[in-house]
């Protein structure tokens, strides 16, 4: 069965809220498991196991915080292991101009890095979901629209 693994890191609980969300996308377009981690409990035999990684991370400072960056320090024992995999990235921030799409960019550069497929979007999303504070019914729809988005690639690219 195709996989789906969506690591997260979370202070607040907004970028656990959105994960959710990610992973209600992903279910919905059938046909999948979806798995749910938090950051600190990752280990690269998650990552090589999934056909689907999406990660999210608080903004701080205009970049990903270091529990989630750790994920991917400790990912380069496995580079080019992850190659081929669809990636996506979710940030939650504190206000407008405060990084979430530098975040964003952050996040999507260790996964080209890896040889990954990143899912992007043709519209104000292009790079990922990136919230200011709780997420609304919206965003979370966005979130959803990622999951999906990542899912339905995944699906495409591994048929059954």
Same mark, same amino acid.
């Given at each position: 069965m195709r996989k789906i693994l969506v690591v997260f890191d979370s202070k607040s609980g907004n970028t656990e809220t959105m994960a959710l969300a990610v992973a209600k996308g992903a279910e919905g377009a059938g046909d999948l498991e979806v798995k749910v981690k938090k950051a600190s409990e990752i280990k690269n035999s998650d990552l090589q196991a999934a056909d689907g990684i999406i990660l999210g991370s608080p903004t701080y400072f205009g970049q990903m915080s270091a529990k989630l960056k750790a994920v991917i320090d400790e990912s380069e024992k496995i580079h080019k292991n992850l190659s081929g995999k669809v990636g996506g990235a979710f940030t939650? /921030?504190? %206000?407008? @101009? /405060?990084? %979430?799409?530098?975040?964003?960019? /952050?996040?999507?550069? @260790?996964?080209?890095?890896? %040889?990954?497929?990143?899912?992007?979007?043709a519209d104000d999303m292009c790079y990922g979901v990136a919230v200011i504070g709780a997420p609304s019914k919206e965003d979370l729809s966005e979130c959803e629209t990622l999951g999906r988005n990542v899912a339905s690639l995944v699906k495409k690219l591994n048929p059954a």
């Open positions: 939650s /921030s504190g %206000g407008t @101009a /405060s990084g %979430g799409e530098t975040t964003l960019l /952050s996040i999507v550069h @260790a996964m080209l890095i890896h %040889g990954m497929i990143v899912q992007g979007r």
